[in-house]
């Protein structure tokens, strides 16, 4: 897939912001219609382990990335849940990872994330509207959930990425 830069990525999410609730109800329903395994796993990923409001935040960027996708290219093929599933193995692995690490070894490990990730704006997007300290004004995410957040995105951008390759 190619790169998607940034002002993309920005006037994209931001066109999602302005929209009205029914324009914005209209682009549910278009994901759900095309992507219902990244619904779902979107709906149902941690289980539990989310409030209603954090899970509500997660599927609206979630939303964004597929539109933000959506709109750099003319068909995107739809995504199965055996493909998310194993995006989602690999990325459980580096969460198991960063679960030991520092604040600083995770400032690292996103450093070179950035630089290496075929989709580094995107993932600098999920990154910022996770994991950074000015989200706090934005929203009450929990800070432990965080850094799920950011996976789970990861885990999107990640299967795009690949079937779009």
Do not use: C
């Not at 899970?55 to 849940?81: A, C, D, M, S, V």
């Not at 910022?128 to 934005?138: A, G, H, K, M």
Request: charged fraction near 30%.
């Amino acid at each position: 897939m190619k790169s998607i830069n940034y002002p993309h990525i920005v006037a994209h999410s931001e066109a999602i912001d302005n929209m009205s609730d029914a324009q914005v109800e209209s682009l549910v329903e278009q994901f759900s219609r095309e992507q219902p395994a990244v619904v779902a796993y979107l709906l149902g990923i941690y289980g539990d382990e989310f409030a209603e409001e954090d899970r509500e935040w997660l599927f609206i960027l979630g939303l964004k990335i597929w539109h933000i996708i959506n709109q750099e290219y003319t068909k995107l093929p739809e995504i199965n849940e055996i493909q998310i599933d194993s995006a989602d193995e690999a990325n459980d692995e580096m969460l198991n990872y960063l679960a030991e690490e520092s604040d600083e070894g995770f400032a690292h490990f996103a450093e070179i994330l950035l630089n290496e990730h075929p989709q580094r704006d995107l993932i600098e997007f999920a990154l910022l509207s996770t994991v950074d300290e000015d989200i706090e004004e934005e929203t009450d995410l929990e800070e432990d959930m965080r850094g799920l957040m950011f996976i789970a995105l990861k885990t999107i951008i990640d299967v795009f990425d690949k079937n779009l390759a």
